[in-house]
């Protein structure tokens, strides 16, 4: 997988809180990242071997094969 500077930056920005330290950062990279990413390959559009690239547009991080 790799990961653009505008995915860290949405991730950084929605997991932010001074208060409750890395937490919300978790839960942001469950909620960004980990499950739609875990969706996607269970519908088959990523097959062993392919190299994720994630990227940031409108809000939300989206997928796409490298």
Partial sequence: M???DKA???LGNVGF???FGARP?????QQQLEN?????ILEGKFQ?????AVDA???RLMFAKK
Avoid: C, F, M, N
């Fill in 8 to 10: 860290l930056d949405l």
């Fill in 17 to 19: 809180d001074p208060v």
């Fill in 36 to 40: 739609p990413l875990a969706k996607e």
């Fill in 48 to 52: 062993p071997g392919d190299t994720v």
């Fill in 25 to 29: 950062l978790k839960r942001a990279i």
């Fill in 57 to 59: 547009e409108h809000g």
């Fill in 2 to 4: 790799t990961i653009s």
